[in-house]
Nanobody, 128 residues
């Protein structure tokens, strides 16, 4: 059972930056594909970024591409999401997720939104 704990959320002004972190309890962290999702009020949960087990492959949704950067440190069992140029529409609860099934074929993200393990979420609020 993988336990995930997010941190780093908060209130930021539009145009600002924020860094989210996700700490995993699993010693075999490097064998899991990882991802960040978010859910805004009244909306469905949305996959915004994913990273392969080694960290060599990444995927971003169009809504965050060019503004957010996903990364991981397997030696520390952590994953991060660096968010910049934040917009009010980025306001949401952000979740990290892990899954043992590969999500990439070559450089192409072929996974879906099915991840087995989830954190409790951290609130990000962007004021205009």
């Amino acid at each position: 059972q993988v336990q995930l704990v997010e941190s780093g959320g908060g209130l930021v002004q539009a145009g600002g930056s924020l860094r989210l972190s996700c700490a995993a309890s699993e010693p075999t962290f490097s064998t899991y594909a990882m991802a960040w999702f978010r859910q805004a009020p009244g909306k469905e949960r949305e996959l915004i970024a994913s990273i392969s087990e080694s960290g060599q492959r990444t995927y971003y949704s169009d809504s965050v591409k060019g503004r957010f950067t996903i990364s991981r440190e397997n030696g520390k069992n952590t994953m991060s999401l660096q968010m910049s140029s934040l917009k009010p529409e980025d306001t949401a609860v952000y979740y990290c997720a892990a899954d043992p099934r590969p999500k990439f074929v070559g450089v192409t993200y072929v996974g879906n939104s099915q991840y087995d393990f989830w954190g409790q979420g951290t609130q990000v609020t962007v004021s205009s």
